[in-house]
T-cell receptor, first 112, second 111 residues
Framework: EAQVTQNPRYLITVTGKKLTVTCSQNMNHEYMSWYRQDPGLGLRQIYY???????DKGDVPEGYKVSRKEKRNFPLILESPSPNQTSLYFC???????????FGPGTRLTVL | EDKVVQSPLSLVVHEGDTVTLNCSYE??????LLWYKQEKKAPTFLFMLTSSGIEKKSGRLSSILDKKELFSILNITATQTGDSAVYLC???????????FGQGTRLTINP
């Protein structure tokens, strides 16, 4: 089944403890993105990647890192999480800019 | 600054009504406008619009783009309780994989 998977789906952690949220797609898509969704603010793009080893900042990249070492995986890294990074995170992928974007199921992160 | 604004933010109607959701935008370099439906999980794709005046339809849903006035509408006719969701509008910026989303419209259909 064609899909975008994220892990973990739920995470409660403490300030400063490094964490990684994994994202994987099995559709051979070129483009992948990370978003956070907060009430009243909608979805905001954190980082995106147009191909392996090609990443760029979105609108809210501060406090996040990404890597794209293989086409299928696009992990989101929080080196030192803070409470203002408590949010719902979505990974997404698309074949190219002419096609729809598929979203993963979301990761609900709480930083205490 | 690129901006996408949706209205209304919230809408409650009765089953069978027709609704119109609005999305206006101000972006540096427009490529396309996308509509998504979000229930209690990930957004699901509805439409992608790139050309002005060409209506896209899928069942009871339809959408159209006006690139001169910089807005799009999403129409839902004969609404059903299953249409209750948050509807998201996003604009893709030319030359980048950047998608700018609006705040969403929360639509509630009462039986």
């Amino acid at each position: 089944e064609a899909q975008v998977t994220q892990n973990p789906r739920y995470l409660i952690t403490v300030t400063g403890k490094k964490l990684t949220v994994t994202c994987s797609q099995n559709m051979n898509h070129e483009y992948m993105s990370w978003y956070r969704q907060d009430p009243g603010l909608g979805l905001r793009q954190i980082y995106y990647s147009m191909n392996v080893e090609v990443t760029d900042k979105g609108d809210v990249p501060e406090g996040y890192k990404v890597s794209r070492k293989e086409k299928r995986n696009f992990p989101l890294i929080l080196e030192s999480p803070s409470p203002n990074q408590t949010s719902l995170y979505f990974c997404a992928s698309r074949l190219n800019s002419y096609n729809e974007q598929f979203f993963g199921p979301g990761t609900r992160l709480t930083v205490l | 600054e690129d901006k996408v604004v949706q209205s209304p933010l919230s809408l409650v109607v009765h089953e069978g009504d027709t609704v119109t959701l609005n999305c206006s935008y101000e972006v540096t370099n427009f490529r396309s406008l996308l509509w998504y439906k979000q229930e209690k999980k990930a957004p699901t794709f509805l439409f992608m619009l790139t050309s002005s005046g060409i209506e896209k339809k899928s069942g009871r849903l339809s959408s159209i783009l006006d690139k001169k006035e910089l807005f799009s509408i999403l129409n839902i006719t004969a609404t059903q309780t299953g249409d209750s969701a948050v509807y998201l509008c996003a604009v893709e910026i030319q030359g980048a994989q950047k998608l700018v989303f609006g705040q969403g419209t929360r639509l509630t259909i009462n039986p």
